[in-house]
């Protein structure tokens, strides 16, 4: 198992996470890897840009008049905040539905303050405060837009979702018909994908080089519209909004359950892939924090973000956290 992450305490190593990483070309060429490029893992919500491309491409987007700032929630992990939930409504919205279409599930919004907003007024969380609802909205459209019935669109038969596993097939190279899908978090089939495979699809998902028009500017535009709307894609503070409002196009990077992440680096024409063993989030935000300051140069934010302080409930500085690879 090869280190990734360590947690300081007092200037001392308290914890060790390991795992893995890819960095690679449009060609699938790795330029920068540690552990296992040929590991296959469940990318989760890692790929929601990836699962948003036929919104995009079909021209359900433009049908629909989806706003860009809807387009950044379809490839969203958010907190749940009224600023997520109105979004993912405003969407079913110009498809003519409503939350009853979503099949996501129902959870509590993520973002403490909203969950405690909501309680105080005595309502009950909707799908629409799911982190996936922009995803799952996406979705609701592209059936709708296209004729389908979206009900059961979570299901691997369903047009819909046979069109984004197209999609997640064609831009990573991966061979999914071979598989039998698991079910996502979401309800959503999911595939195992190498991390090298990950690597190139993102890079790509971000230079457009080596995909069909239409799903080369289907990415552009979705990469433009996180970019524009750096908010939607987690929340306040989220790890994935603020590279997105440091970095603006420069990178586009999705955190994804279980200790996964993605990014592509459009200029560099690169994209990376990584995953943690145990599964901490915290863990691999560091790790791809790492990556992209080798890649991009150094930045105030980078900087921050590849060297959180640790801080215990009075606010005394108690330690650390950092990359454990050169």
């Known amino acids: 198992m090869t280190l990734l992450t360590e947690i300081l305490r007092g200037g001392r190593v308290e914890s060790r996470h390991t795992g893995a990483f890819v960095v690679a070309d449009t060609a699938g060429r ?13 990318p989760r919500s890692a790929i929601k840009g990836l699962q948003a491309l036929p919104l995009v491409a079909s021209g359900a987007a433009d049908r629909l008049a989806l706003s860009s700032a809807g387009l950044a929630l379809a490839c969203a992990s958010h907190e749940g905040a009224p600023v997520h939930s109105e979004m993912a409504a ?20 993520t973002s403490p303050s909203a969950a405690r907003a909501l309680a105080a007024c005595g309502a009950a969380p909707s799908a629409l405060h799911n982190n996936c609802s922009g995803k799952h909205a996406g979705f609701v459209c592209t059936a709708v837009a296209l004729g389908q019935d979206p009900a059961g669109y979570v299901r691997p038969d369903h047009p819909t979702m046979q069109a984004v596993t197209s999609a997640v097939a064609r ?69 994935d909004t603020v590279v997105a409002e440091a970095l603006g196009d420069a990178a586009f990077v ?51 973000l590849a060297a959180p302080v640790l801080k215990n409930w009075n606010g005394i500085e108690v330690g650390s ?6």
């Open 30 to 42: 790795v330029v920068f890897s540690a552990g296992d490029p040929d590991r296959a893992v469940f």
């Open 90 to 109: 405003a969407m079913l919205a110009r498809a003519g539905r409503g939350v009853a279409c979503l099949e996501c599930g129902t959870h509590w919004p």
């Open 171 to 239: 831009v990573t190279g991966a061979d999914l018909d071979r598989q039998v899908p698991a079910v996502d978090g979401c309800s959503i089939p999911t595939y195992q994908i190498r991390l090298r495979d990950l690597a190139a699809g993102f890079a790509r998902f971000g230079t457009g080089h080596g995909l069909p028009g239409d799903l080369a500017a289907a990415a552009a535009r979705l990469r433009q519209a996180v970019a524009a709307n750096p908010l939607m894609v987690a929340g306040e503070g989220g790890f």
């Open 254 to 304: 999705k955190v994804g359950a279980e200790g996964v992440y993605c990014g592509a680096l459009p200029g560099q024409g690169l994209g990376f892939a990584l995953k943690v063993d145990d599964g901490s989030i915290r863990a691999a935000e560091v790790a791809a924090a790492a990556l992209l300051l080798r890649f991009l140069g150094s930045r105030p934010v980078l900087e921050r």
């Open 321 to 326: 956290m950092r990359a454990a690879f050169g």
